[in-house]
């Protein structure tokens, strides 16, 4: 097994970036051929309009890069992540200077940062930096939620194709049918696989869950915005914005009720819970002109003035329901006379069958006959995947490929078609990269 080719691939190959000599020194040294630090230096790039070619065309694993590199372009530190053959890690060597350089940075993809000048010290914790963000970079594209950038053709294809934007409100007559799960993998897909700029709303008086189960700070949330607009009686899509947390790629979340005594808030409640639906119709108003998509994530109870607004307001509403009989009578009661008595367009809602399992003993048909709903999409019994996503603080369509990411993805589908195509993409490239790790972290002998 030391023949000269598993050598060398078991070695990163790396670009230094940087713009002063001095830093280019150390790295020399340290990478020099034959070190025991695994890492070979290639080349120095002076010119940032140079990088990606020359990155490319030398097999670099990792480029080491200084921001201020003249003529560099931020976008090629994704452009470099998601280079076809393998991805080219981008470690952010940042100017002494003060600056907000680390932010951008990470924001651009980079993986790992070293504060210039260099000095032996940093170049030593360098070696860790660069082998962890290797090791990432693999585990990434070879994972089936691995997400590329689009070619260039399947990007017009796409941008060809007919869609809408459009407000979700996800809605079910009890708890615990599956609402937050359907809302937080729509907005995923809709927002991250999808890429479309997307709002995931938790819209839920009942109290908020939807930042526990994606990792979020829950400091910025409804209720902060909701404070303002009480205050001063009008909302600007800066300050709806300023409240948003964003998660990964184009998703953006609102966060809800984190404490369940605020949602008695004069700011929710007030006036007879007047205030709460001027602010739900404002903040729903402003979302649709800031977002493609907006997905809500809605309490069950419809006597609620600021949930009432918030279905008045959306074009589709799913309606969760599980395969069981008695939820299916009591859904189809409270739907009746929510559209005898508040007047709502009944073409559009949709039923979202959750949890749904063969041997359950209620069929599909005998689910829409029951609530006389067409059926937008069903979602199989997951067992525990389902509660090992939320363990991981990850929406589990971004985690696994499997039937319940297949169903969740049907019904995104229908709301935004082109993720139709995007999804089958991404299936073929999540199997097939398979084999390349197992190559990968074989020559890198993990
Ligand atoms: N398709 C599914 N398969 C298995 N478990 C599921 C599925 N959908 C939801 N669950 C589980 O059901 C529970 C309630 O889901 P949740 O989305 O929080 O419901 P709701 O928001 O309607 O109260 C959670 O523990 C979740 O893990
Ligand atoms: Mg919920």
């Not at 070190?35 to 990792?62: E, H, K, P, Y």
């Not at 980079?110 to 010290?121: R, S, W």
């Not at 006036?271 to 493609?292: H, N, P, S, Y």
């Not at 069958?353 to 999409?377: C, K, Q, T, Y």
């Amino acid at each position: 097994m030391t023949d000269q080719s598993s050598q060398s691939e078991r070695r990163v190959k790396l670009v230094a970036a940087l713009r002063e000599w001095g830093d280019v020194q150390y790295l020399t040294v340290a990478f020099a051929p034959g070190n025991q630090a695994g890492i070979d230096m290639l080349t120095w790039c002076q010119d940032g309009a140079r990088l990606f070619q020359d990155a490319v065309s030398l097999g670099a694993d990792v480029v080491i890069l200084d921001p201020r590199l003249p003529n560099f372009a931020l976008e090629d530190v994704q452009r470099l992540y998601h280079y076809e053959e393998k991805p080219i890690v981008v470690i952010a060597a940042l100017p002494p200077e003060p600056g907000d350089w680390l932010e951008r940075m990470s924001t651009a993809g980079a993986l790992g940062h070293v504060q210039l000048p260099l000095t032996e010290e940093s170049t030593r914790r360098l070696v860790g930096i660069i082998h962890t963000a290797v090791q990432r970079a693999l585990q990434e594209r070879a994972s089936s939620s691995y997400i590329p950038q689009l070619a260039p053709e399947a990007a017009r294809v796409i941008a060809s194709q007919g869609w809408q934007r459009a407000t979700v409100v996800v809605w079910a007559a009890k708890g615990g049918v599956g609402k937050t799960t359907v809302a937080e993998n729509i907005a995923a897909l809709l927002g991250v696989v999808g890429n479309r700029k997307t709002a995931l709303v938790d819209l839920n008086m009942a109290g908020g869950n939807v930042h526990i189960h994606l990792g979020l700070r829950p400091e910025k949330n409804i209720f902060s915005l909701a404070s303002l607009y009480e205050f001063r009686k009008s909302m600007k899509a800066g300050d709806v914005q300023a409240h948003m947390a964003p998660y990964r790629g184009n998703l953006w979340v609102l966060v809800g009720v984190p404490r369940q005594h605020m949602a008695g808030a004069s700011c929710f409640m007030g006036e007879e819970g007047e205030v709460g639906k001027r602010f739900t119709i404002a903040l729903m108003d402003l979302l649709r002109q800031m977002f493609d998509f907006v997905i809500v994530d809605l309490g069950q109870d419809l006597n609620h003035k600021m949930h009432l607004a918030a279905l008045r307001a959306a074009d589709l509403v799913l309606v969760v329901v599980n395969p069981e009989m008695a939820g299916l009578l009591d859904t189809h009661e409270v739907l009746e006379a929510l559209f005898e008595h508040v007047q709502l367009d009944k073409s559009r809602f949709r039923l979202v069958v959750n949890r749904f399992h063969p041997d359950a003993g209620i069929s599909r048909r005998e689910i829409v006959e029951v609530l006389r709903l067409s059926e937008i999409g069903v979602v199989p019994e997951a067992g525990t995947l389902v509660t090992a996503s939320l363990n991981a603080r990850r929406p589990l369509v971004l985690s696994h490929n499997s039937p319940v990411s297949d169903g969740l993805a049907q019904v995104a589908s229908s709301i935004f078609p082109p993720l139709a195509q995007i999804w089958k993409q991404k299936g073929i490239l999540g199997r097939g990269r398979k084999g390349l790790l197992d190559r990968v972290l074989d020559a890198l002998g993990a």
